[in-house]
């Protein structure tokens, strides 16, 4: 996926978790942060963001923050691309080969998932998460506890019971993790959710991805290790 209109800011602060405060060619704008989770690694005041004129030219915010730097890193912080990018990924067969069917928001029962996608001679449900949290080179989710995302995962679990395959898909929305896993110290529960997961039938998938200001692509699979790697 692309950003057509990019343009390079300084972070100053986040006053709330829908805007932030950047400087930018010399003014300080406010900016819509098209990501409410805590992020608070990603942003120190000084940190170097990318932000996309907003579409809606009547908005009272004229950017959306998108990418940031840290270290040598772009971190893409669009909580809407994972699911935009895993679309493109799909539909061009990366999980089944020559897919006759990508459907996003695919509602089951009561529920809905990210994706339903059927092949030739597969059917597959798919939840997808987007990681923003790096430490030490080790990608984790969650960054703050989600009771959204066990049901999410317990959802899956009914899906391998009624007899299509099921993943949760983590795209990481960065470049050269060591691996992926669940990020214990904050939700030891979610941890554990993954692990039953596995144990019914969930698969796991990590995806990293490509990242510039104005692009995201996924890129490659990343090893998935369930107990949270010693650092």
């Given at each position: 996926m692309r950003y057509p209109n990019i343009h390079r800011a300084v972070f100053l602060d986040r006053p709330n978790r829908f805007v932030a405060h950047c400087e930018m060619e010399?003014?300080?704008?406010?900016?819509?942060v098209k990501n409410t989770g805590r992020c608070r690694e990603l942003l120190p005041p000084g940190v170097r963001?990318?932000?996309?004129?907003?579409?809606?030219p009547q908005r009272k915010t004229?950017?959306?923050?998108?990418?940031?730097?840290?270290?040598?890193?772009?971190?893409?912080m669009d909580s809407q691309a994972p699911n935009a990018v895993l679309?493109?990924?799909?539909?061009?067969g990366g999980l089944l080969p020559q897919p006759t069917l990508v459907k996003g928001e695919a509602t089951r029962g009561?529920?809905?998932?990210?994706?339903?996608?059927?092949?030739?001679?597969?059917r597959a449900w798919i939840e997808v998460k987007g990681v923003t949290l790096e430490e030490e080179g080790h990608a984790r989710f969650p960054d703050a506890p989600t009771q959204r995302g066990i049901k999410h995962l317990e959802e899956l679990e009914t899906c391998v019971r009624d007899g299509f395959e099921a993943y949760a898909v983590f795209v990481?929305?960065?470049?050269?993790?060591?691996?992926?896993a669940p990020n214990r110290r904050t939700h030891p529960a979610f941890g554990d959710a993954l692990v039953h997961a596995v144990q019914n039938g969930v698969q796991i998938l990590a995806l990293d991805c490509t990242?510039?200001?104005?692009?995201?692509?996924i890129r490659s699979r990343v090893p998935v290790e369930?107990?949270?790697?010693?650092t």
């Open positions: 010399g003014q300080q704008l406010t900016v819509h963001v990318w932000c996309e004129v907003a579409q809606n004229k950017f959306d923050l998108i990418t940031v730097q840290k270290g040598d890193r772009l971190i893409n679309g493109e990924w799909l539909r061009a009561a529920s809905r998932l990210d994706f339903y996608v059927e092949s030739p001679t597969r990481v929305q960065m470049e050269g993790v060591v691996d992926f990242v510039t200001p104005e692009s995201l692509q369930l107990e949270e790697p010693q």
